[in-house]
Structures are given as C-alpha cells and as structure tokens.
C-alpha cells in the first residue's frame, strides 16, 4: 500500500521522521520530492493569478489606488460629520440628510 512519509537526509542516508510499517529486508520505492522553499510558493501563486486573469476568471486592477488630496479631505469631512451619529442605523441618517420632503 502507498505511504507518504516525511524524512530527513543525514549523513548519506534517508531518515524517516515517522515510524515505517516495513519487514526487515522488504525491497520499496522512493520517490524524492523536496519541499519547497516559501519563494517557489510565491512564485506559484503569481503564475496561478496570472492565469486566472489571462483565462477571464479574475480581472486585477490595472494601478494601485490612492486617494488624491481633494478625495482624503472629503473623507475626513464625511467622517467628522457622521462622527456624532454613533449607533443610528444608515437608514434614520439618510432620511435625516434629504431634510424635509
């Protein structure tokens, strides 16, 4: 039956990390598979992504976005404004914005 095992090269040989369920003398198959390092990782993922966007399943913004000065001063304002309204629901807050019908 196949088992996957974790093992450690020392000293010229393979160290199993955990306990084998083999006979003495018993004749297997190894197959070497190096983990990989956290950069191929990342590199995995930037290629998937890259995929995924050329294939259509994902559109990626185009440049990073900021907020200009004019958009962050507005901001502040908002924020301010709405500042004292803690707890109201947005539905009371945008009838109390329209004002009188």
């Known amino acids: 039956m196949p088992e996957t095992i974790a093992a450690v090269y020392e000293n010229g040989m393979l160290r199993p990390l955990t306990p084998l369920s083999l006979n003495d003398g018993e004749t297997v198959q190894i197959q070497i598979i190096a983990e ?7 590199g ?6 890259k995929l995924r966007e050329w294939r259509g399943l994902i559109r990626l ?26 707890g109201k ?11 009188p019908w």
């Open 36 to 42: 990989t390092q956290s950069e191929e990782i990342k």
């Open 44 to 49: 995995d993922r930037e290629l998937a992504t």
């Open 61 to 86: 913004p185009r440049k990073k976005f900021q907020l200009d000065a004019a958009t962050e001063k507005k901001r502040r304002e908002l924020f301010e404004k709405l500042k004292g309204r803690v």
């Open 89 to 99: 629901p947005l539905s009371e807050i945008v009838i109390e914005d329209r004002g």
